[in-house]
């Protein structure tokens, strides 16, 4: 089989020869050995061995988020953004809305070395900001999508892979505008305020899946942001409330054009494993194994019926500790308890420090080495 065809027939429950492979973000496609800018953490040679068994031996998904483009909105024009370089070279971002007599204010730090970004300052931090938020001028105009950046993925991949179309969910949208202590406690305590800024996000998020799954019908979807309302931080009648409720219309919209919409989230999931079903999505990620996470893939396709297409259930910190014999046993381990296709071998995340270490390249290649062994 081609990689393209192993990863589309095991979306649509096809037997496969093997497990397909992911490396989940690094394909070998966006991490630019190249590029001197210094905030690229892969011009770092440590990087070319993965990034070159990445493109060549797994099963590649290029995520993709589409732009829409739009004239300058009543929100736009009260936003304002500057950036800055601290004395340590790290590049700082202020975002400020001007919201009635308030200014939310966001600031944001990413470090050269390290490839995330840290939230220092979220826009709301009490309900007062939150109903400033909500009180501000939304005019529900998505604009016109890009679809090149999906199309173009789809060109350079081939028969290698397939793209993704990567999508927030509302939960996503209003919970990121908060700490996460402020987050669960006005989510808790403050459920009626809380739906109104989620009814706010849905209607531009429905819109937008709407346009681009007839644009680009047929492709995998992640949908993030459930993970917000697994436990501890809420607990399933809200995961319900803010999950279930905001993403089936997203699923709906998705599968009606032959789509995958899948479900991301990290931690546990035990307690919400028939909440996630009634989603109605077709896979799920990544499906973290304990102590980060409380369920193993074997509890997950029992409990589920096996209607899911289970994405996961490498740590990132294994691939990062432990010695390439522990490592196959954690990968083989994961495949016989996937029970046999429906089912890709994925890490939880990805390394995001500059210099990548040889035992985590050693554990890659070993995961690699595993699965194209593994006939089912």
Wanted: charged share 30%; glycine share 6%; with cysteine.
């Amino acid at each position: 089989m081609t990689r393209r065809d192993r990863l589309m027939a095991t979306l649509r429950g096809e037997k496969t020869d093997r497990p397909p492979v992911c490396f989940y973000e690094l394909n070998g496609i966006d991490e630019d050995i190249h590029n001197p800018d210094p905030f690229n953490i892969y011009n770092d040679p440590s990087w070319r061995p993965l990034l070159e068994l990445a493109r060549d031996r797994t099963d590649r998904i290029a995520m993709r988020t589409v732009a829409f483009h739009h004239e300058p909105n009543a929100v736009d024009q009260l936003t304002s953004t500057k950036i800055y370089y601290d004395e340590n070279g790290s590049r700082h971002n202020i975002t400020e809305i001007k919201a009635g007599d308030r200014v939310l204010r966001q600031h944001t730090r990413r470090d050269k070395d390290i490839n995330t970004v840290w939230a220092l300052e979220h826009f709301v931090k009490d309900e007062d900001d939150l109903r400033a938020w909500i009180d501000l001028p939304h005019d529900g105009n998505v604009g016109i999508p890009d679809c090149r950046p999906v199309l173009e993925a789809e060109k350079v991949l081939g028969d290698t892979g397939i793209a993704l179309i990567d999508s927030s969910d509302a939960l996503c949208e209003i919970a990121a505008l908060m700490s996460m202590e402020d987050y669960t406690v006005i989510a808790m305590t403050a459920p009626e305020l809380f739906e109104q800024a989620l009814n706010i996000a849905q209607v531009l998020i429905e819109k937008k899946v709407e346009i681009l799954s007839k644009e680009l019908p047929g492709r995998l979807w992640r949908i993030y942001g459930p993970e917000y309302a697994t436990p501890p931080y809420l607990p399933p009648a809200l995961y319900e409330r803010y999950v279930v409720n905001y993403d089936r219309p997203l699923t709906k919209l998705i599968k009606s054009t032959g789509g995958f919409p899948r479900l991301h989230e990290h931690g546990r999931m035990k307690a919400v494993l028939d909440l996630i079903l009634k989603t109605g999505c077709t896979a799920v990620d990544p499906i973290e194994p304990a102590p980060q996470g409380d369920v193993t893939l074997a509890e997950v396709r029992e409990k589920t019926g096996g209607k899911l297409v289970l994405f996961g259930n490498l740590e990132i910190s294994d691939i990062e500790q432990l010695s390439p014999d522990e490592m196959e046993k954690k990968v083989l381990t994961a495949i016989q308890e996937s029970g046999g296709s429906r089912f890709v071998l994925m890490p939880s995340a990805s390394p995001y420090g500059r210099k990548l270490s040889p035992l985590t390249l050693a554990n890659y290649t070993r995961i690699v080495e595993t699965v194209e062994n593994y006939r089912y």
